[in-house]
């Protein structure tokens, strides 16, 4: 499969992607509570324990945890974070990562995880794992990941890092092949994006910029996907 892109404006406006509830069996695989649905999981002074985001076709959910137990959460030099699949309202899934972040989930299972590190320096690795568990990337990066989308056929997985010393690592997006791992493309927007979303059914990959940019109104990538002769 060859994939073939380039930058362009088009006139598309997209809904924010859907972020769904943690089910029932994670707040008490957690223990922390016992409501049928939330956003995220808090302390009691406000600090974010557990994020969530839900498929597209609502068959799975992928939820993360940046601290160890019930403390010690966000920068640390020691005690892991979670994450957790589920299959409807069954885990099936749990890995511990130093720092898991930034989490997407396609509609068969593929999803991506983003480690920030037990590190004072500006170093992340992207994961995007199978359904079964199955690894399908691994990328170090010398520089921390702030943004992530993977597409909802889980075909195609983007992530963008922001500044850091090591130039070829540095404020770029990096798109990933789901189905083979491979790195198809980086290169740097004309403009800082604050998000990146999925049209694999017309072949865009699109880029939202920051507020201060709002004379973009966005930009896209196109995805031309052609099979190897």
């Not at 598309?12 to 016992?34: N, Q």
């Not at 990562?97 to 991506?112: K, Q, T, W």
Request: aromatic share 12%.
């Amino acid at each position: 499969m060859l994939v073939m892109l380039c930058w362009g404006f088009a006139p598309f406006f997209a809904a924010r992607p859907s972020r769904l509830s943690v089910v029932v069996s994670l707040a008490r695989t957690l223990g922390i509570m016992k409501s049928t649905t939330v956003d995220y999981l808090s302390t009691s002074d406000g600090q974010q324990l557990v994020e969530s985001m839900t498929s597209k076709n609502g068959r799975y959910v992928l939820a993360w945890r940046d601290s160890y137990g019930q403390g010690n959460y966000g920068s640390r030099l020691k005690g892991k974070g979670l994450y957790w699949l589920f299959g409807g309202t069954t885990e099936t899934q749990r890995r511990e990562l130093e720092r898991p972040n930034d989490g997407c989930i396609a509609d068969n299972g593929s999803h991506s995880i983003c480690d920030w590190l037990f590190t004072s320096k500006r170093e992340s690795v992207y994961y995007l794992f199978a359904a079964d568990g199955s690894l399908l990337i691994k990328k170090p990066l010398k520089a921390r990941i702030c943004i992530t989308a993977l597409s909802d056929n889980g075909m195609f997985g983007v992530c963008h890092t922001s500044h850091s010393d090591h130039w070829k690592h540095s404020n770029l997006p990096f798109l990933f092949s789901g189905v083979d791992g491979s790195l198809i493309w980086h290169q740097m927007p004309p403009f800082q994006p604050a998000k990146y979303e999925f049209d694999t059914e017309r072949g865009y990959l699109h880029v939202f910029p920051k507020p201060q940019h709002t004379h973009h109104q966005f930009i896209t990538c196109t995805l031309t996907l052609q099979r190897r002769t």
